[in-house]
C-alpha cells in the first residue's frame, strides 16, 4: 500500500463507491425505485437517511479529491 499509483486506485475505488452509493441511497429515499449498493445502508441510521446519504455522497468526493492530490503532486 505504500505505492502511491495502488493507494491513488484504492482511494479512487472508495470514492467511486461512496459517491454512487450515497446518490442511489438519496434517489431511493426521494423517488423510492433506485435500488444500486444497497449495502451502504447498514451505515446510514435509521431516521437521518437524507443526512447520511448527503455525508456519504461528500465524503467520497473528499477521498477522491484526496487520492487525486497525489496525482498533481507528480
Given at each position: 500500500m505504500s505505492d502511491p499509483v495502488?493507494?491513488?486506485?484504492?482511494?479512487g475505488a472508495v470514492s467511486f463507491v461512496l459517491i454512487v452509493g450515497g446518490v442511489?441511497?438519496?434517489l431511493r429515499e426521494w423517488f423510492g425505485w433506485f435500488r444500486l449498493f444497497g449495502f451502504l445502508q447498514y451505515l446510514v441510521p435509521s431516521g437521518y437517511e437524507v443526512y447520511g446519504y448527503g455525508v456519504l455522497v461528500a465524503l467520497g468526493?473528499?477521498?477522491?479529491?484526496?487520492?487525486a492530490r497525489g496525482r498533481r503532486a507528480r
Open positions: 495502488n493507494r491513488e486506485r484504492v482511494l442511489s441511497g438519496l468526493v473528499l477521498i477522491g479529491l484526496w487520492g
